[in-house]
């Protein structure tokens, strides 16, 4: 993430100043950025905004450690809300913390140059809509943090405000706890029926072009239904694949809070 987000910078409004602890992360910023990394000291002392592109586990501990070092009306802007929400921050209140992540390029979308539909995560080619929240700080924060998350996630189409608590519930909730779950689900699924003789492109064929068609019928992309035997087998398959209040278990702010807790202390 540091390299993707050093490259939207470098053509940029902002002056930055890079921070890289390993001799490869500094090799590659140069190669593929061209720019050299500073101490973390000289970056920090003297930053109006500092970005944390970090792993989620590291985000509480890198804080800590350099919060003494942050001048007075900075804002540390953070790219997931696992940390943030988990309580992992330093007390700091002249210190604005905010987050962003990126929704990554919508399955249904316009892209026509090839470099842009092959862009699947974003921030290079494709658009992407964002969500950003300002977690403490005077209000007019929002707007120059939000600035910076539309530069380092560009193109950027909408830009959606929302609390950090709500970005947890779309990460991990919503987006890894089912989305990523029921992914691999669908991919296993697929895998199934190559098992059991399907010839394999033809059962990844048929499957996501029915998910193409399935997603948008359920989206409300596309204004079609789903046919009578579809909704039969789906009425029929519910209570065999999904356990009663599986939704509650994923969502309740209790299991939030403790998957962002496992996020950010794997151990």
Not at 36 to 50: H, L, P
Not at 102 to 113: A, K, R, S, W, Y
Request: one cysteine or more; proline letters at 6%; hydrophobic letters at 45%.
């Amino acid at each position: 993430m540091g390299v993707r987000l050093a490259t939207n910078l470098k053509s940029s409004q902002f002056d930055v100043d890079h921070v890289e602890v390993s001799e490869e992360g500094r090799a590659r910023l140069k190669a593929e950025v061209g720019a050299e990394a500073v101490e973390e000291g000289q970056a920090v002392s003297g930053a109006d905004v500092i970005v944390m592109a970090t792993p989620d586990r590291l985000i509480g501990q890198i804080t800590h450690q350099i919060i003494g070092k942050v001048q007075s009306g900075a804002a540390i802007v953070m790219l997931d809300a696992a940390a943030p929400h988990a309580g992992k921050l330093p007390e700091r209140d002249d210190v604005s913390y905010f987050v962003t992540h990126p929704c990554h390029p919508p399955i249904f979308n316009d892209e026509t140059e090839p470099a842009a539909k092959s862009d699947f995560f974003g921030g290079i080619h494709a658009k992407q809509h964002i969500v950003c929240a300002l977690m403490q700080g005077p209000e007019e924060d929002y707007a120059r943090c939000e600035e910076v998350a539309r530069t380092i996630y560009a193109p950027v189409m909408r830009s959606h405000r929302c609390t950090v608590e709500q970005i947890a519930i779309l990460e991990p909730a919503l987006s890894e706890t089912i989305g990523a779950t029921f992914a691999l689900a669908l991919r296993e699924a697929t895998d199934e029926a190559v098992r059991r003789g399907v010839p394999e492109q033809a059962a990844h064929d048929f499957m996501l072009g029915h998910l193409n068609i399935e997603l948008a019928i359920a989206f409300g992309i596309f204004p079609g239904v789903f046919s009578d035997g579809a909704l039969h087998a789906i009425d029929k398959a519910r209570p065999v694949i999904f356990k009663e209040g599986w939704m509650n278990d994923v969502f309740d702010p209790d299991a939030v809070m403790q998957s962002v807790k496992d996020i950010c202390d794997p151990t």
